[in-house]
């Protein structure tokens, strides 16, 4: 599939496994998804641009590689994002922070927006949007469309768990956003939950099955 990214190395996998688990503990749920979330963020940041700056050392000046630019911008999608999103700053501590709201109607499957707040300058910023599964894809769908408004220089997609469907209905709406994800799963069941999937990734983070 077409800007799809798996992250295949052994810890990730692991935790994931230990993640999908139904006897793991809410407590321990909860610090496998931050953990993740921080090495998923290793690999999505690859590409981030550098700039040198002269600093010295105790021993001497050097030309030092640093970001260049504006802060990245961490975008959760609410509730079960949040759960990525502190492993994630341990290692861009610097980052913003922006939330969306969104609740799928059990029905439809349509997401319907109840929060958008995010960074009042986004141009020229890197975003990270997060959102544990992508399923049928549709939250995902709606967060890039609000966020495209604000005119970032560039959104990346990341998760634990994507469904094939999800990822097929995500790139037909933005064909040029890559998606970064621990795994990419069977399928979707009826329910439109991924199978084998994790269960509801916002009840077991919160304690709220």
Request: charged share 25%; proline share 7%.
């Amino acid at each position: 599939m077409p800007k799809l990214t798996e992250v295949i190395h052994p810890l990730v996998q692991h935790k994931l496994s230990l993640v999908r688990d139904k006897t793991t503990s809410q407590s321990t749920f909860r610090q496998l998804v931050g953990e993740i979330g921080m090495l998923l963020a290793y690999e999505v940041t690859r590409d981030l641009r550098l700039t040198y700056r002269r600093i010295e050392t105790p021993v001497t000046s050097m030309e030092a590689p640093i970001l260049d630019g504006k802060e990245v911008v961490l975008v959760s999608i609410l509730r079960a994002g949040n759960g990525m999103l502190d492993g994630i700053l341990k290692i861009i501590p610097s980052a913003k922070v922006g939330h969306i709201g969104l609740v799928r109607d059990p029905n439809t499957l349509q997401p319907k927006e109840y929060y958008f707040k995010v960074p009042a300058s986004m141009e020229d910023r890197d975003v990270l949007l997060l959102d544990p599964m992508v399923g049928t894809g549709n939250s995902a769908i709606a967060a890039v469309n609000r966020l495209l408004v604000t005119r970032p220089r560039s959104i990346k997609l990341i998760c634990l768990l994507a469904a094939p469907e999800g990822v097929k209905a995500f790139h037909g709406q933005h064909p040029n956003i890559p998606i970064y994800c621990a795994k990419l799963d069977e399928r979707l069941s009826e329910k439109g939950y991924i199978v084998p999937g994790l269960g509801d990734a916002g009840d077991r983070l919160f304690g709220t099955e």
